[in-house]
Nanobody, 122 residues
Framework: VQLQASGGGLVQAGGSLRLSCAAS????????MGWFRQPPGKEREFVAAISWGGASTDYTDSVKGRSTISRSNAKNTGYLQMNSLTPDDTAVYYCAAKHGMLTTVKSRYDYWGHGTLVTVSS
């Protein structure tokens, strides 16, 4: 499956963004999906994940309560809505997909898209 993330940009602190991840090539509904981010000078880290059907989700603590991961299998697209953004959210955001159950472990994801840059100004 090929993945393409979009929706990044420059936003002021306190603002919101919705990232999208468009999938093509294979049946999107067969895969769990995750969002990861890589802040400047740091390693890629888990942000959120959703099961293939959307019934289960998981979030890293720093975004819990202000972010929502979702998906539309009919549209072959996943989403990450992020609210109350802070400069600490500045990073390149990547979407990823894997067979089987969702996980927070990036090495278990089989497919990755190119990232989309989110910059939050103070």
């Amino acid at each position: 499956v090929q993945l393409q993330a979009s929706g990044g940009g420059l936003v002021q602190a306190g603002g919101s963004l919705r990232l999208s991840c468009a999938a093509s090539g294979r049946t999107f509904s067969a895969y769990a999906m995750g969002w990861f981010r890589q802040p400047p000078g740091k390693e890629r880290e888990f942000v959120a994940a959703i099961s293939w059907g959307g019934a289960s989700t998981d979030y890293t603590d720093s975004v819990k309560g202000r972010s929502t991961i979702s998906r539309s299998n009919a549209k072959n697209t996943g989403y990450l809505q992020m609210n109350s953004l802070t400069p600490d959210d500045t990073a390149v955001y990547y979407c990823a997909a894997k067979h089987g159950m969702l996980t927070t472990v990036k090495s278990r994801y089989d497919y990755w898209g190119h990232g989309t840059l989110v910059t939050v100004s103070s």
